[in-house]
């Protein structure tokens, strides 16, 4: 993604050490950008930490919920906030939009792995292309 964006990276304030659940072993997370997104017609940026990784996520943890006030249902998984003088409900993506997504990573894995590799500047690992929002969650404005 970096690469696609021609996101200008930043030194972190705070670079840490994060331990994957793999062979590759500890990463420095040391870079960090802004980044703009929408879902639906939410729009919205967010620093973000850089990871490299298959797929990406914006991860919108505690403090962007409490910049915005969010409101959690923990039955039904839906975030529901106000921006700009909007309401917003993300809502869990369905099983078979689940499904149709991580087909299509697949697909395009399968794809770039037939290419000739390019030089990542963020180490050996891949940076995938494919982003979804906070543990899949899909737009509906009311």
């Known amino acids: 993604m970096v ?30 950008e802004k980044v703009k997104f929408s879902v639906g017609n939410y729009k919205d940026k967010v620093l973000c930490d850089v990871v490299p990784m298959e797929a990406c996520h914006i991860l919108l943890g505690k403090l962007w919920q409490i910049d915005k006030k969010t409101m959690h249902n923990g039955l039904t998984n839906e975030i529901t906030f106000t921006h700009r003088e909007k309401k917003f409900v993300l809502c869990p993506l369905s099983p078979s939009q689940v499904i149709q997504d991580q087909v299509q990573m697949k697909k395009k894995k399968m794809k770039r792995r037939s290419r000739k590799p390019r030089k990542n500047p963020l180490g050996k690992r891949g940076v995938g292309e494919k982003c979804s929002f906070t543990q899949g969650h899909s737009e509906r404005r009311k």
Do not use: F, V
Request: aromatic share 6%; net charge negative; charged share 35%.
């Open 3 to 32: 690469e696609k964006l021609n996101l200008q990276l930043i030194p972190h304030p705070k670079p840490y050490k994060l331990q994957w659940k793999n062979e590759d072993g500890e990463l420095t997370i040391d870079k960090e």
